[in-house]
């Protein structure tokens, strides 16, 4: 039989989309295998009830800027914009870091005087360290400690660029990324809620508190992934992204399967030669690429029997700690959150009243349970796009930290909508009343419907012993895997997870240079 | 002039004198100032029930460099080293789990509980070793600043490139795991055994403000993992007479060596002229000169008491400002009329001459971190005892014992702030969780010395208590211990040092940051 590919891609999540579009504008011949009937992975937006378009996990994205520029995605129907970051104050009231920045100084101010003057200063120091990691972040990382000498030089000037950023903001990077949030924000601020809302994002998707070291990089981490503290909203919802990437792909000349679900690669002794599905159709092709993550790629479609009984234990090493709880909620009118203007409500709106607060909603799960007082991240999509849901009617989709994977109960949707919707009464007294539809989606039915081994968002937790060199194993951090022509490109890649394409894109530049090689 | 010297050392703490000693043997002339009565710091034996000798800190050694136990001829001057041949853990379902001085008779002992464990075990205590023996050559160098592009540091670089370079790709990742996870996370790849975990992950949350599942304390488990005794590698022992026995010894040597040791010798402050540090004035008004001044004392102490901010440059006083310094261990030294006897392993045995660990599981540790984390004492606290009479008999009466006590944790920083009263809760914590073990011990307490962290702070100096002077945290390791571009032991006063436990490599008797910042001195 005739090889028609050049790649076959698994599964069409943002980053196995990236990767198939850069591949097929290089003039490979690409197929992305889609298990769903939908292209997104995670970030999809569905239907659950009629009239809705809801956004089943992820509500916010944005995509690196180049790989929007490169892909052309404006063209395929791509829109999206910058919103605001709210902290939500128990009790009512709000600290709005939403509109420009003179406001934005108005809103810490009007909380603590000395934290609206550190602020400025504060977020230029966080630009540069995220700028210094998107310079690290625009390849895949080279194989260290033995330099293959085709990539000294790519390394060489990776360290002439890093040395550019100055002696002085080089040592503060170096210094800040390890560090816990809890280290980092003792030297800027005193807010409680400021505090609170930032350190929520040094832990969100992360099964750490905020007094665990290396949680600043991840806060840091998503800082270049936006290209700032704030998040993206895309119109028509975040799956809209999803379909952007499919028709780019689809349009440089991928092909596209949806319902196609692959249960193996298939071996020609130690490399890959193509797929098995689920339904025993072979397909072969010159390379696969996963974008599943390494654990089900390995364990799961590769199998341990192929592979070196070390490596299976490094994989099965791998920390997948989920720990998210998505609730959507359909409602009969906009709940009143006091104290929140208009604007507030159209951006990410956080409930992490304090650090010590966050860190307590991390004990519970540290030890199997739930968190009775939990870290929520809000989104109402409807404010500033009223047709994903019927007239009047509005969305509320939230994100809930800590539902421990690893200690879920049966019971655990029940009490996940009954613990989020208790908190946010505390702040809309009469959203209960309004609730029409809810939808809950614990660790478990995470990696059931999208694949995501114990329910993790980024595909391996993002920790500093598994990031860089190291993601997802040591030795194997350039999208390659012990198997020949078998190439990692999910965000269980460096530079790893969040929705920015960035995993998607090194992959194919990586398969790209070594077809070349 | 008598006050005139070649060299001032601040503090005589192991550090201080082992700086130095290492001055002095190079022909200069030296004095250190101590302000208590007695040599030591934090390593200081003293006699506080009369007839018990506590070690009332630092209590075990195992990280002392054998090339200052050589240079200095230590054991001429009366270091004794004794092995601490076990560690005993009970178990709260009556067991115990137990390692020995002998790695089958521990393996055997783990398959008792867990043939897995026993298997993983020698395949862990082989990788460890590596990896410890990697990093070792970090402690014996500078640390090269990667940002700077000085020769010094380039070839630093390469130094340490060389060595990474040297080792396979995969004892290079490991080490950089090992760097950046958490004790538990990485005990939980070998092992399943709870009181296995527990007592492996306590090394890695000794003296910091962690618990076990925070990133970043497998280092500080493989920094305890590094300690050699005398070139054994991978040994903890008790010094004869107590960790003041090893400060006598290296005073004793330095003295030899012609360096003057003055006691209850408090410095007030440095004198700097033209930017330029040219001596030190004494409490009693006394002022002392020299061409070199070393202190000793935590960053935090040196300059922010000793140095007028003005002397200063402003980036490096707000590094020095936020160089975090968290104190969370205490201390509760027990004279005894009998040993305690343990339900798990009845009667006296070897039992008695190694340490005794309260650590049953990671669990039991980490909940004891969540308590103190917001300010409060935990009900039950991680214990690391010994009996130091039962290694070296001169410690207490004859039939009659010291126990000395490691407990975390105990925040500095504790809601409502620390009393009397706290201190003795504390202290009854500490016999409480033990007694449940051993349940005679209430009975054979005869007096007790209950140290928190403002006691260690007010009797050694030490800046919070924090008994590393400074957190091993890793934004304060390597080239950046105690500030970016300091780690070279110079300060930004010209003819002014560091010396201690607040620089590279780190805490712990070492000796190494007053060894290498003498030779650093020396080269001028």
Redesign the interface.
């Known amino acids: 039989m005739s090889t028609k590919y050049d790649a076959i891609i698994i599964g069409a999540g943002h980053n196995g989309l990236t990767t198939a579009a850069y591949l097929a504008r290089a003039g490979q011949r690409v197929l992305v295998l889609e298990r769903r009937d939908v292209v997104g992975g995670s970030v999809v937006t569905e239907s659950p009830w009629p009239g809705y378009r809801v956004d089943t996990l992820q509500h916010f994205g944005g995509l690196r800027p180049d790989i929007v520029r490169d892909l052309d995605l404006a063209r395929f129907g791509l829109t999206t914009t910058r919103v605001g970051l709210t902290a939500l104050q128990p009790g009512g009231g709000a600290l709005e870091l939403g509109s420009g920045g003179g406001a934005r100084a108005q809103a810490i101010g009007a909380f603590n005087r000395t934290d609206a003057e550190r602020w400025p200063a504060f977020t230029a120091l966080m630009a540069k360290v995220a700028g210094f990691l998107n310079e690290v972040y625009a390849a895949p990382f080279p194989r ?3 330099i293959d000498a085709a990539e000294a030089p790519a390394l060489a000037q990776l360290g002439l660029k890093l ?1 550019g950023l100055g ?1 002085k903001d ?2 503060e990077a ?3 990324l ?3 949030m809890l ?1 980092l924000l ?2 800027w601020f005193e807010s409680d809620l400021l505090r609170g809302a930032l350190a929520a994002r040094g832990v969100h998707g992360l099964m ?1 508190g905020p ?4 949680t600043a990089f991840l806060f840091l981490h998503l800082w270049a992934n936006n290209d700032s503290l704030f998040q993206t909203r895309v119109k028509g919802g975040a799956g809209a992204l999803s379909e952007a990437l499919a028709q780019a792909a689809t349009g440089f000349g991928a092909e596209l399967r949806l319902g196609a679900e692959v249960a193996q690669v298939k071996l020609s002794g130690d490399r890959a030669a193509g797929v098995v599905l689920a339904n025993g159709e072979e397909i072969t092709a010159q390379r696969v690429v996963s974008a599943l993550d390494p654990r089900r790629t390995f364990l799961g479609l590769v199998g341990p029997d192929a592979l070196d009984p070390e490596f299976v234990w490094a994989t099965q ?1 791998i ?1 997948l700690r989920g720990c998210v709880a998505k609730v959507n909620l359909a409602l009969d009118g906009l709940p009143t959150f006091t104290g929140v203007t208009d604007a507030g409500l159209r951006g990410a709106l956080t409930l992490s009243p304090s650090l ?1 607060d966050l ?2 909603a991390y ?1 519970a799960a ?2 199997g349970g739930l968190s009775e007082r939990p870290y929520l991240e809000v989104s109402l999509p409807t404010l500033a796009e009223p047709g994903l849901a019927p007239d009047g009617k509005h969305l509320l989709s939230v994100h809930m930290q800590f539902a421990p994977y690893r200690g879920e109960q049966a019971d655990w949707a029940t009490r996940i909508e009954a613990i989020v919707v208790n908190a946010l009464a505390q702040l809309a007294p009469d959203l209960p009343g309004r609730i029409l539809h809810s939808q809950v989606l614990t660790p478990r039915d995470l990696e059931t419907r999208f694949g995501l081994s114990e329910g993790n968002l980024y595909h391996g937790e993002m ?3 598994q990031i860089l ?2 993601r997802p194993l ?2 194997w951090a350039q999208h390659r895997t012990p198997i020949e022509n078998l190439y990692l490109c999910g965000p269980g890649t460096h530079p790893g997870g969040g929705v920015s394409g960035a995993s998607g894109r090194n992959a194919a530049r990586q398969i790209l240079k070594d077809q070349k090689a | 002039m008598a006050n005139n010297y070649d060299a001032i050392v601040i503090g005589g703490g192991h550090n201080g004198l082992i700086h130095a000693a290492y001055l002095a043997r190079a022909g200069k002339k030296v004095v250190v100032l101590e302000r208590r009565h007695l040599v030591g710091g934090a390593a200081v034996t003293e006699e506080i029930v009369p007839g018990f000798k506590f070690t009332e800190f630092s209590y075990v050694v195992s990280l002392l460099r054998p090339e200052i136990i050589r240079d200095l001829e230590l054991p001429k001057h009366g270091l004794t080293i004794l092995p601490l041949p076990s560690t005993f853990t009970p178990m709260d379902n009556g067991d115990y789990l137990a390692a020995w001085d002998d790695h089958d008779k521990t393996r055997r002992e783990i398959w008792r509980h867990s043939p897995k464990d026993a298997d993983a075990y020698d395949a862990y205590s082989r990788a460890m070793a590596r990896m410890a023996m990697a990093v070792k050559p970090i402690l014996s160098m500078i640390p090269p ?5 000085s020769p010094k540091d380039l070839f630093g670089l390469l130094k340490l ?1 060389g060595h ?2 040297s ?1 396979s ?2 004892d ?3 080490l ?3 760097m ?3 004790a538990a ?1 990485l005990l939980e ?1 070998w092992f399943e055994l709870d009181p296995l975990k527990g007592t492996k992950s306590a090394s890695g949350i000794i003296g910091t403000f ?1 618990g076990p ?4 304390t497998a280092y500080v488990l493989l920094h305890h993992y590094m300690g050699e005794i005398d070139g054994a590698f991978r040994a903890w022992g008790f010094a004869k007479g107590g960790t003041g026995g090893i400060s006598n010894s290296i005073a004793s040597s330095a003295r030899a060596l012609g360096v003057e040791v003055r006691l209850n010798a408090s410095v007030a402050h440095v004198i700097v002229k033209g930017g330029r540090a040219v001596g030190v004035a004494l409490e009693n008004g006394d002022e002392l000169y020299a061409k070199t001044i070393s202190s000793s004392l935590d960053p935090k102490r040196t300059f922010l008491k000793l140095i007028e901010p003005r002397h200063l440059p402003d980036d490096f006083l707000t590094a020095i400002k ?1 160089y ?1 310094t968290r104190g969370s261990s205490g201390k509760v030294n027990l004279a005894l009329s009998e040993l305690p006897d343990f339900t798990a392993l009845p009667g006296v045995g070897p039992l008695h001459r190694g340490a005794i660990s309260i650590s049953p599981s990671i ?1 039991y540790i ?1 909940r004891a971190y ?1 308590a103190a ?2 300010g409060d004492l935990p009900a039950r606290p991680y214990i690391d005892s010994i009996l130091p009479s039962m290694i070296d008999p001169d410690m207490a009466p004859p039939g009659q014992h010291v126990m000395s006590c490691f407990v975390q944790y105990a925040p500095y920083h504790l809601n409502g702030g620390w009393d009397d009263a706290k201190r003795e809760a504390f202290g009854d914590s500490v016999v409480d969780t033990l007694a449940q073990y051993a349940p005679n011990l209430k009975r054979a307490i005869i007096g007790r010395q209950v140290l928190v962290p403002p006691d260690i702070e007010r009797i050694t100096g030490l800046t919070e208590g924090n008994i590393f002077a400074g957190e091993l ?3 304060q390791l390597f080239f ?1 211990r105690p500030a ?2 300091y780690t070279d032991y110079r300060t930004p006063i010209r003819g002014f040092w560091q010396c201690g436990s607040g620089t590279h490599p780190g805490g712990g008797i070492m000796g190494a940051n007053g060894r290498l910042a003498a030779l650093e001195v020396l080269k001028g």
Do not use: C, W
């Open positions: 260290v400690p033995q040395r002696k080089m040592i170096v210094r800040v390890p560090m816990s280290e003792d030297e750490q007094m665990g070291a290396g090493n920390k010590n860190e307590r004990d540290k030890y920790m500093l012993d060199f190291m040591s030795g | 600043d990667p940002t700077s592009l490139g990474a370079g080792l790709e995969k290079f990742h490991n950089a795991k090992l950046t996870m958490s996370d790849e962690l599942r925070s990133p970043g936020r975090r669990e980490e969540d984390k917001y945290a890793l934004h950046l970016p571009g």
